[in-house]
């Protein structure tokens, strides 16, 4: 058996998350499915993580293993021929029977991108258009937002926290099932920072592990913050009520992406 570890983007528009459900369309059994078509083999590919429906990957990773004697190239280029235009490999390597996607990683980033809708200028703010090309890759949010308090609050999640806050309070089924899962809400958050780059808003966070809707859950608490309705340093007293509630809004699933996961 060759393990083999791949290297996705998808736009997560059309699916239902990434993990396998039945009679809906994920990026996990789509894959699964296309191995199969091509090897003749029955996979599961073990994700680094479990993105959300709608949630998009610029760089998801996932193991499998096969007893098919393909060359590497040729199984990648196989796959991106036979996927939907949604996913496409980008990296496919042999590797040891020890790597897991899931398991093995270290860190990852993950990138939120809003449009603010109301931009400055000449005579206060003005309210710019979001292209329908760009509709489903963004948050258009129509809110004034100050991106030097969305910086100054996302500068207090470095660090590790317990991050209950930021939680989803039911977990999926997938994740109450799975007993490998840690079972602790700290995290370590290494990198947190908002920027402005091409008229929209990015938010990039860089961790040892990430909780259900956290990313999310952090967005919406920011955007909060941007609009004048809580003081940056409310982020501290939200990490140490340990309480939903206590948090901001969930941010949509459309902006958010995968962005790389470190081994």
């Not at 990296?91 to 093995?104: Q, T, W």
């Not at 660090?159 to 997938?174: E, K, R, V």
């Not at 990039?204 to 003081?231: C, P, Q």
């Amino acid at each position: 058996m060759q393990n083999w570890k791949i290297t996705l983007t998808y736009d997560g528009t059309p699916y239902h998350g990434w993990q396998v459900q039945p009679g809906l369309q994920t990026v996990q059994g789509t894959l699964a499915e296309a191995i199969r078509n091509i090897t003749g083999e029955t996979v599961l590919p073990q994700g680094s993580g479990r993105t959300d429906t709608g949630v998009h990957a610029l760089a998801q990773v996932a193991s499998f293993s096969l007893a098919c004697p393909i060359p590497g190239d040729n199984l990648r280029r196989a796959l991106n021929r036979i996927l939907p235009a949604s996913i496409r490999v980008l990296r496919l390597e042999a590797v040891g029977p020890e790597f897991h996607a899931r398991h093995s990683a270290v860190r990852k980033t993950y990138e939120y991108r809003i449009f603010p809708s109301y931009v400055a200028g000449r005579d206060g703010r003005e309210e710019a258009v979001c292209s329908p090309m760009l509709a489903p890759f963004v948050w258009d949010c129509r809110w004034p937002l100050d991106l030097q308090a969305m910086s100054a609050a996302a500068a207090l999640v470095v660090g590790m926290h317990d991050f209950t806050s930021f939680a989803a309070t039911q977990p999926d089924l997938a994740e109450r099932m799975d007993e490998s899962a840690p079972k602790s809400n700290i995290r370590t958050i290494f990198r947190s920072c908002w920027q402005a780059q091409d008229a929209l808003y990015l938010y990039r966070v860089t961790g040892s592990g990430f909780l259900h809707h956290m990313v999310r859950n952090l967005v919406g608490t920011f955007t909060e913050i941007g609009t004048g309705r809580m003081a940056p340093e409310a982020v501290t007293e939200i990490l140490a009520a340990r309480s939903r509630s206590s948090a901001g809004r969930t941010a949509p699933a459309r902006g958010l992406f995968l962005a790389e996961v470190v081994y």
